[in-house]
């Protein structure tokens, strides 16, 4: 089994992002075989971005709100990747995003696959992040 621990730190040059980038990220990941935490900083103009998930990795399906937006979220494998599947509903409107977390270079660097389609916008973003720390 691939283990996606550790401290993970964005890579803007080897990253392709649709959208615009963070001036920085980092992804904490702790992993066991059924279970996956992310907690990540995005910052943004300066300012910190939080978000933190716990999900299973069997596909069962959690709901969360994460200021005033309803998440529903599952994760499960799809052969050596992990895939992170959530919906994201405030009022009316509602945002799908799926991202397929891989690892290259022996464990070294983290792709972050994501698509997200909400009413108005549409990217593929391709994430790199090196491993910082186990």
């Known amino acids: 089994m691939i283990n996606f621990s550790g401290v993970w730190v964005f890579n803007p040059d080897k990253s392709e992002l649709q959208s615009p980038p963070p001036e920085s990220s980092v992804f904490h990941i702790s992993h066991s075989e059924q279970s996956f935490s992310l907690d990540r900083t995005h910052i943004i103009n300066g300012i910190p971005d939080h978000f933190t998930i716990e999900l299973k990795t069997d596909g069962s399906e959690i709901k969360m709100n994460h200021r005033g937006i ?52 549409r990217h593929h973003n391709r994430w790199v992040f090196m491993l910082a720390s186990h």
């Open 70 to 121: 309803d998440i529903t979220a599952k994760m499960y494998w799809d052969k050596e990747s992990l895939v992170s599947d959530m919906v994201f509903r405030q009022g009316s409107d509602e945002a799908a995003n799926i991202v397929k977390y891989s690892v290259a270079d022996n464990g070294q660097t983290l792709v972050a696959d994501e698509n997200f389609t909400s009413g108005e916008h």
